[in-house]
């Protein structure tokens, strides 16, 4: 690298043009009489420009002013026809001095704009989040929904910017809000809310009346749905990854949008659209007909997460909609509220699809077995101890399967010293020993295959498992022990930096699953490596398990270091159970003198191959021929 030094000659010529600079301005300085003419026409043009703001006042008020006007003179309406046609006479109509209308239910606290008709913001009042706030769904401008469509005098609108009228009435227990976008008094675009006792679904209808001859049919009409999931949990990461927008079309499928990147789509017969916000939902429902096509996005907003970012991701979606007898007419639900299964489920409208239970076998297992039993649980006891009764019922259920497992664990190490025998003999003649290997394993009832396949019918209940405590809403903000939220994580130290993948906490379920799973492994695996002789041509698994062994429950610690201290606590119980059961089932249930004698037994039997093993032994004997074709051409 060049080292930097001072030029002499650079540092005089800044100086000069500095001096030089000085010298301009001290000359060009006006005189006192040139200052007191200044001061007049700096004044005389104020007054100017504001009696010129005065007379433009119509021309340049926005939007957002509409609201706040109130008797408009003949000057301003002529105005306002020109600009917005047959509905500037909403303009006329007198207005309060609030902006919103404040309507309160069992469930919520909303806020109507009366600019643009719709809710400005959404409070839930029986929920807070991690920091003991309300969680609010809409708030401070991060939802939008519009409507835009042409006129007859081809004008284009947008409900957003005009200005509607508010009324407030009661229709035996159910609150109606009624916004109404005039052309007069007999007609207008409606929106009306029916807000229920004790429901976080609103019944929501967009209609016109008399407006047939004001709408544009030919040009198209779009509802905008635009909407920023606000952040609610202590890990905005974990919470975006439950973070969707979920949708039901072609009459009964569901979908999502991607999990974590940008995503996009056009979709067609729309039943509903879910903007889930992990355990929160917003959610447009379809009442009449679906909506036969839509534009959905779904942008995700959290790029750095050690940034303490507001919102998770933005949703948007662009729906056509239909006029009939050059009307509007759309009866809709607005559902805002728990991600729920047991309160999405009432209604009947599969809005419980949306949370991810897991597909195809896990969901079912998640709805038919978990979500019931644990519901039942917890309905008699503390949360973290239905999640261990629940555990030690998951593993009774299992115990057959790692009986199996063990069983087919102690055949193979009893049969060991005849398979090390066979593998001497033939060690020239690999095909051969492999053909005397599988033979002895059959006759004995010993293959190794037999222990492999009882494993594999636990991964659709562990995968189930791993869905469900994620998603169960019951464990939001339960305590357990020093845990003070089951479904986050249990954090027992912060750090003053941020470890990648790890995060900027020391969770301690994590670590207590990470041992034992440790020691289950260097239980289990080793027992495996002493009886697993290693192939030539074939991948040493004695080195493979061995490093699994320390793998597997680094990953643990790392991976859930960030997610629900429930399912943490269900792996470190799972396993503490696997041990005991296994130590049972090694000390007090096999008997390997009495397993010996059945596979004696078992090989003086005549064992009849099945379908496979007999095509496994045909393309041995066949690999054996080609073999022996081969060696007899090189001699």
């Not at 009366?114 to 989040?129: E, I, N, P, S, T």
């Not at 969707?244 to 996009?264: A, C």
């Not at 497992?405 to 095909?431: C, G, H, V, W």
């Amino acid at each position: 690298m060049e080292e930097k030094k001072f030029d002499i000659n650079s540092i005089i010529g800044f100086v000069l043009i500095f001096g030089i600079l000085l010298y301009i301005m001290y000359q060009n300085q006006p005189s006192p009489e040139e200052i007191e003419a200044q001061k007049q026409a700096e004044q005389e043009q104020v007054e100017a420009e504001q009696k010129e703001s005065k007379q433009n006042e119509v021309v340049v008020t926005t939007a957002e002013d509409y609201t706040n006007t109130q008797a408009l003179d003949s000057t301003q309406q002529v105005a306002f026809q020109n600009k917005l046609g047959a509905f500037s006479y909403a303009l006329s109509q007198p207005t309060s001095a609030a902006n919103q209308t404040t309507v309160t239910t069992d469930v919520f606290e909303l806020k109507f704009n009366h600019k643009g008709g719709h809710l400005a913001q959404v409070k839930l009042k029986k929920f807070v989040d991690y920091n003991s706030v309300p969680i609010y769904l809409v708030q401070n401008d991060n939802s939008a929904f519009n409507i835009n469509f042409g006129t007859s005098d081809n004008r284009i609108l947008n409900t957003q910017d005009l200005p509607f009228q508010p009324t407030v009435s009661k229709s035996g227990e159910n609150t109606i809000v009624s916004m109404k976008l005039k052309v007069s008094e007999s007609s207008y675009l409606e929106y009306r809310y029916e807000l229920k006792p004790d429901d976080y679904m609103i019944d929501f209808s967009i209609k016109s009346k008399g407006l047939s001859g004001v709408f544009n049919t030919s040009q198209p009409i779009t509802l905008d749905w635009k909407q920023k999931g606000i952040r609610h949990a202590k890990s905005i990461s974990y919470e975006n990854r439950y973070t969707r927008l979920t949708y039901m079309h072609e009459e009964d499928r569901v979908e999502k949008l991607g999990q974590m990147g940008d995503d996009d789509e056009v979709i067609n017969d729309v039943e509903w659209l879910s903007y889930r916000q992990h355990f929160f939902s917003s959610i447009l429902v379809t009442k009449d007909q679906p909506f036969k096509k839509a534009e959905i996005t779904s942008q995700n907003l959290v790029e750095d997460e050690e940034v303490d970012t507001l919102f998770t991701k933005l949703y948007t979606s662009k729906i056509p909609l239909a006029y009939s007898g050059g009307e509007i007419n759309k009866d809709l639900g607005l559902y805002y509220g728990p991600t729920d299964a047991k309160t999405l489920k009432q209604y009947d409208e599969n809005l419980e699809e949306s949370i991810p239970f897991g597909w195809g076998i896990f969901g079912w297992i998640n709805k038919a077995i978990f979500i019931p039993l644990f519901g039942w649980l917890s309905s008699m006891l503390p949360y973290g101890i239905a999640i261990i009764v629940m555990t030690i019922l998951v593993k009774i259920m299992l115990s057959f399967v790692q009986y199996k497992q063990f069983m087919s664990q102690a055949k193979m190490k009893i049969l060991k010293p005849e398979l090390d025998a066979l593998r001497t003999k033939y060690k020239d003649n690999k095909l051969k020993a492999q053909q005397e290997t599988m033979a002895l394993q059959s006759k004995a009832g010993a293959s190794p295959l037999s222990g492999c396949l009882p494993g594999l019918m636990q991964i659709p209940v562990f995968y189930a498992l791993f869905m469900f405590f994620p998603t169960a809403f019951d464990l939001r903000q339960k305590s357990f022990l020093w845990v003070g939220d089951l479904s986050s994580y249990d954090s027992i130290a912060d750090l003053p930096f941020n470890i990648p993948f790890y995060g900027d906490h020391v969770a301690l379920f994590p670590i207590l699953a990470a041992i034992a799973i440790f020691f289950y492994m260097k239980m289990t695996t080793g027992q495996q490596m002493a009886q697993q002789p290693t192939q030539e041509g074939m991948p040493d698994m004695g080195k493979m398990m061995k490093y699994m062994i320390y793998f597997s429950p680094l990953l643990m610690l790392i991976f859930f270091n960030n997610y629900a201290s429930g399912l943490s606590l269900y792996y470190f119980i799972s396993n503490l159970i696997s041990i005991g059961i296994m130590l049972v089932i090694k000390n007090y249930i096999i008997d390997e003198d009495k397993v010996l004698a059945k596979i004696e037994v078992s090989k003086s039997k005549p064992k009849k191959q099945n379908r496979f093993q007999k095509k496994m032994a045909e393309m041995m004997e066949q690999a054996e021929q080609q073999k022996k074709g081969q060696q007899k051409r090189k001699k």
